[in-house]
């Protein structure tokens, strides 16, 4: 990482795409998990590994993980619904969906932080971001009413799994004038040790009998889609408008999609394939605006900068 306001154009894209595949690996990887832990095992012993990982990493890179109080609580509070919450949520929405479905339904995300970044942060939005938004969630329902993709039920895990996504990629962002894209990620993972510590005990006996594969499945998730998915969405959010960082949660279907097919041969429906065609283009005319870049600058005098 570079610091605040120094990322190169192709750093930028390097960083994009590293964000999306990591966050597409969060959903073959709870299917992996789940063969041998429940949904809030995964999110209880994520918490405990994820924080520990972090803390090494934000040792390794400097970032000051001693805060004022203040902001220890926003982070946790932010971290619990957009971490926390949202883990629980997506895996048991995960549960009950096609991978293709759930990580379409997810990313419709973007559409909930645009207009709270419009809305709370007074972010200008360009016309065609709007197109686009309306363009990928005719995407997100052509994918959405596949059939025997998702039940009910997980439609609406998965549905307040986005909310909770959306409102924290908007959350975040002042934190992120303050301090390091590592310490935000660390003070609003390790909260979920206390939140989650009702399902330790069954996550410490699942554990004596879990599969190489589910261990394989969490580790992917501790390591890929919290250490460098949620920091990276971090920097960019820290570098970048809220409106243009989110529409590449859009480019994470597709990502998941390969996932699926490679680890584990689901096909997906030629619906699926036209939603998720619909939803490209969507990103494409968003991101076709010229573009800019956020009007939040870190104060100097705060975090070191990101290596």
């Not at 990591?22 to 041998?36: D, G, L, M, N, V």
């Not at 994470?252 to 619906?271: K, M, N, Q, T």
């Amino acid at each position: 990482m570079t610091a605040k306001g120094s990322l190169h154009s192709t750093q930028i894209v390097v960083i994009f795409v590293l964000t999306t595949a990591a966050f597409a690996a969060s959903f073959p990887a709870i299917r992996a998990a789940q063969s041998s832990f429940d949904p809030a095992s995964i999110v209880w012993l994520r918490a405990l590994f994820a924080s520990i990982a972090l803390a090494l990493l934000a040792l390794g890179f400097r970032a000051r993980l001693r805060i004022p109080w203040p902001d220890v609580l926003r982070a946790a509070i932010y971290g619990q619904l957009g971490i926390s919450a949202f883990q629980w949520l997506l895996n048991s929405g995960v549960a009950e969906s096609s991978i293709g479905t759930a990580s379409t339904i997810v990313n419709t995300a973007p559409l909930i932080s645009m207009v709270l970044a419009a809305a709370i942060l007074r972010e200008r939005i360009p016309l065609l971001r709007w197109v686009g938004v309306i363009v990928c969630f005719i995407g997100v329902y052509i994918l959405g009413s596949s059939e025997a993709s998702t039940t009910t039920k997980g439609a609406v895990y998965l549905i307040a799994a986005a909310v909770s996504l959306g409102v924290y990629s908007v959350a975040i962002k002042t934190l992120l004038t303050r301090h390091h894209p590592l310490t935000v990620t660390f003070h609003g993972t390790w909260p979920g040790i206390i939140f989650f510590s009702w399902a330790a005990p069954a996550a410490l006996n699942e554990a004596t009998s879990a599969t190489v594969n589910a261990w394989v499945g969490l580790a992917t998730l501790v390591l890929v889609v919290t250490c460098i998915g949620y920091v990276f969405l971090a920097r960019l959010l820290q570098e970048l408008p809220i409106s243009r960082v989110v529409f590449y949660y859009y480019l994470v279907p597709p990502v998941a999609i390969i996932y699926a097919i490679v680890l584990f041969g689901e096909i997906p429906s030629a619906r699926e394939v036209l939603g998720v065609a619909v939803v490209i283009g969507g990103v494409v005319i968003a991101l076709s605006t010229p573009a800019t870049t956020s009007t939040n600058a870190a104060p100097s005098g705060t975090d070191p900068p990101p290596r």
